[in-house]
């Protein structure tokens, strides 16, 4: 039987009729203990709801993403660096000068791939240092926070309070209870409004990072710095030059779609682990089932962010691609692209690369984003608990 009555955690149990199951009356604690003790939410008694702090999810979005930026940013130049074209002599020089000798057998094929881009990936990095400094390994930092914590923010914030929104909307008023519709219209909405509105911070970013210095032909850099880099693209390529790779953004929402549909999952079976342990009579809270929480909390922004970045990785390069600065004739000629759109750019890359194309720079990537996103969704969680609120 499906009941409509509003929640009431406190007096729902008091008034539960003698002759209901053992196995709904644990179920309905389960519930509410999952609801008031694993997210931590404040209800007092009567029917007043935890108090909602929208923009406690915008400033620990902004805290979270400055904070994962940071820590991984020299792979961040680095996966910006695998995914253009500029390195793919370089790579080739590598693979030629180590070419692993035939697999016995095709299941060592995997492994050894997977590590021969391990070694790829120090040795270019170690590179970047030797050659340019640790300076290079920061490079584009700047207009990186510049984008990030804006960016996180507006994202965990939309995604936060539209989740909130619609769930009220659809009189949905226990959080175990959402379905994963309302999870996955929530981070479609806020990926899409996230992209739109950092585009252009994430294209200068991008170019900054690709600019680099040739020495021994006497040219110096393109960009002298942030500003110089947006005053060239809306010179040479308009004010829509600024947006190049939106689609490819756009794309992209299915990446952050995926990752807080499964995260949202897992924090349930979380919730439901903690509440099983409430219930239990001989269970004694300890330290461990703290840290089997925040540890859960954190695997799971983790493993999730693996899966969807692996299934979604092409939309990063083509999105980087994208984003490359055009050639400029010195005679004032047109300007040269070599990627014009979303799907011209899969076909080349396809054509001239390969399904390897498509998948350049990702143990770079992986490295990057799968601890960043666990530092990032372990510091919104712990902010929004600082500020008193819930996710």
Known sequence: MVFSAPSHSGSAQAHLPTTTSGNVTVQSRKIDEATSGSEGATVSQGSSKPKEKPLAHFIAGGIGGMTSA????PLDVLKTRLQSDFYRSQLQALRKAHAP?????PLLALPRSAVLHL????????????HEGWRALFKGLGPNLVGVVPARA?????YGNGKRILGEYFHYTDVTETPMGIHLTAAAIAGIVTGTVTNPIWLVKTRLQ???????????????NSWDCIKQTVRHEGIRGLYKGLSASYLGVTE??????????MKK????????????P???????????????????????????AIATYPHEVVRTRLRIAPKVPIGGGKVEMKYTGLVQCFKVVWKEEGLFGLYGGLTPHLLRVVPSAAIMFGMYELILRVLGTTS
């Not at 000798?101 to 057998?105: A, F, G, K, N």
């Not at 070694?119 to 030797?130: A, D, G, K, N």
């Not at 079976?269 to 239990?280: F, I």
Request: aromatic share 8%; no cysteine.
């Open 70 to 73: 940071t820590l991984t940013s």
């Open 101 to 105: 000798p035939r697999p016995i057998s």
């Open 119 to 130: 070694t790829e990936t120090m040795q270019i990095l170690r590179s970047i240092y030797v």
């Open 154 to 158: 507006i994202n965990f914030s939309v």
């Open 210 to 224: 690709l600019d680099k210095s040739n020495a021994e032909s006497g040219k110096g850099r393109k960009y002298r």
């Open 256 to 265: 952050s779609t995926l990752q807080w549909v499964m995260y949202e999952q």
């Open 269 to 280: 079976l979380l919730a439901r682990r903690e509440a099983a342990r409430r219930v239990d």
């Open 282 to 308: 001989s269970h004694i809270h300890n330290i461990w089932d703290d840290v089997e929480m925040w540890g859960g909390r954190v695997g799971s922004a983790g493993m999730a962010k693996l899966v969807a």
